[in-house]
């Protein structure tokens, strides 16, 4: 995914989305979050809500022309 959480206009939408997923609060919880996890885990959680289809990354194919690059093949 997109590590900042932003999709270009053009990214597909999910064609089966998968539901929502409910943000994290303390309500209810034996041991409380931190502000500062709540807030990490609510950011992830609003990744995942997005409705956009994953993405495929091959780290081998950027790594070969990272390669390239250093290397001027």
């Given amino acids: 995914m997109y590590s900042d959480g932003v999709y270009p206009a053009s ?3 999910h064609p089966t989305p998968p ?3 409910p943000l994290a609060t303390n ?3 034996q041991y409380p979050l931190s502000p500062n ?3 990490l885990v609510n950011r992830h ?3 995942q809500n997005n409705q956009r289809s994953p993405l495929d990354i091959d780290f081998r194919f950027i ?3 990272i390669r390239q690059i250093r290397w001027n093949v």
């Fill in 19 to 21: 539901p929502q997923i």
């Fill in 11 to 13: 990214y597909p939408p």
């Fill in 37 to 39: 996890e709540i807030a």
């Fill in 27 to 29: 309500v209810s919880r």
């Fill in 63 to 65: 790594a070969d022309m």
């Fill in 45 to 47: 959680i609003t990744l």
